[in-house]
């Protein structure tokens, strides 16, 4: 097992600290770093939110929190009391104009290195930078952590960025997209630049299309006003799906310096192809769930999760195909589909590898697939490579596609920190290798806005399909058009 380094002496003061992201997430990536010694003892975290607790009530939902999202046999009672020993809490309206952030000043350390971490709506990003810069808060070694998404389209996207700018430099600015931080995501990277065998079969001449898929099981799950705002491309597409693309993507890094991989990602956005408002309702499909089941349970449908049945033209589930405008990949499409209340939770990439020009072999043979790389990022992290072998034994020429699989946890033999973990210390270290940068943002949203504007432009609404399905009947009608065919399962 590799050794771990502690990080420097931090505080991290994360805004939004009652909420399901931080007692999900947040709280238990850390508790994870300091139990294996990453996160120093003398760590601050502190809360702040508008909820009057005081430092003893936030630990007490800090614990439930960790007995909850913490596996049984990784929760050591010693270790968790000194966690939680590190967690502060300051009751704050962080938007409001007369907020008193005296009690900042009167805890925050300034020669350690500050994190604020923003678990909270993108509107209050820029108002509350704005606070924290009036207030004297930011030192030369504060960073500042953005969830997605960045705005609900390019205009917005940039007055944030903007508005945070004027604060925070770029170097501390620290937009966070946890996909990045997944195992998994990281291999493209050893994958492709590590092996020859891979990069010289990285190309249209032997790549015939990709397929990204990000399905989910649960419906809105207490995200109704946020996800009816927003929707699966907003939510999914635009930040996770595109910086996965980029990763199949891009050009070779002259080095893993982070404004070196960040340039050849910045590369891939620029060459994706515009859609042109005819092409939008060919190229994209988007959808709506209705009532229907999962695993066998009945599940309501989206309008029902709404809490209402007055028509929603908000998308739960989108497909679209995508062009990159490149020597590499000239001719390759890329197939992205994310949705709700899918028959499985699961995200994975698919390089589908073209047909054989000739086969030696006879038809009856064998029952005959290309070849077929599929990346899985949840829920067993892993790679599988699908090829043709001869089935053992006398008796005639017979050829079965099998697979060569590595599961992570399975070969490597120990647990994989979450992303979030992995995230975190990223941002102590002041590594931005993995968060995007604001020109990727404004690239990513530039080539999005179109789709949006397509969709308003037509007075149809998202198509229906049956929880448990999935998608629409037009999501798979928009590949096999083509000639091709969604895949399901790890096979």
Known sequence: MPKIIPVAVFDCIVFGATGDLTLRKLLPALYYRFRDGQVPPEARIIGAARSRLTDEDFRGRAEKALQQHVEARDLDDATKARFLQTLHYISIDASAADADWQPFHDLLDPNRVRVFYFATSPDLYGPVCQALGSNGLVTEQSRVVLEKPIGHDLESALAIIEAVGKVFTEAQTFRIDHYLGKETVQNLLALRFANTIFERLWSSDVIDHVQITVAETVGLEGRAGYYDHSGALRDMLQNHMLQLMCLIAMEPPVSLAADRVRDEKLKVLRALRP????????????????????DGKPVPGYLQDLGGNEPSRTESFVALKAEICSWRWA???????????LPAKTSEIVIQ????????????????????????????????????????GPGGLRLSPTGLDIRFEKTFGQRFPDAYERLLMDTVRGDPTLFMRRDEVEAAWTWVEPILEGWASRPDHPRPYPAGSWGPTA?????????????????
């Open 475 to 491: 999501a798979i009608a928009l590949i096999e058009r083509d000639g091709r065919t969604w895949h399901e399962g790890m096979e």
């Open 331 to 341: 001719n390759v499409p890329f197939y992205l589909r994310t949705g709700k209340r």
């Open 353 to 392: 590898f073209k047909e054989l020009p000739f086969s030696i072999f006879p038809p009856e043979s064998a029952e005959w697939q290309p070849n077929r790389l599929i990346i899985r990022l949840q829920p067993e992290e892993g790679m599988r490579l699908g090829m043709m072998t001869k089935d053992p």
């Open 275 to 294: 859609m042109q408002p005819h092409e939008v309702p060919v190229l994209t499909v988007r959808g709506q769930y209705t009532q229907g089941a999962i």
